[in-house]
């Protein structure tokens, strides 16, 4: 195996750097976390996290896709809440917004 020419570090440099970046908002979290105390509220906060990441990701999809999305998306929550099968769940949107589009949504 060769090393690569003087010109051609860019690319390995790049992911290198995005390694180390990636490496370093990981572990400032868990870093920044042990200073500040975990009182009942700050434990709520933690807990509504997940399902406020979720949201803020889902919702504007919801708003360009329309109401195929939308109705996709309440049939995954449903089939989570009864089954809690994230693969049934992720099938079940998947058949709803396919029949949605299918009838016109």
Not at 66 to 92: F, N, Q, T, Y
């Amino acid at each position: 195996m060769t090393l690569p020419e003087p010109g051609a570090w860019g690319p390995y440099l790049a992911i290198l750097a995005m390694a180390l970046a990636t490496y370093l908002c990981r572990i400032s979290g868990v870093v920044l976390m042990g200073f500040v105390p975990l009182t009942p509220r700050v434990r709520r906060g933690l807990a509504a996290l997940p399902g406020s990441i979720v949201f803020a990701t889902v919702l504007p999809l919801i708003e360009r896709l329309g109401l195929a999305a939308g109705l996709a998306l309440l049939a995954a929550i449903a089939s989570m809440v009864l089954r809690r099968s994230e693969l049934l769940a992720l099938l079940v949107g998947m058949a709803t917004v396919s029949l949605a589009r299918a009838f016109g949504l």
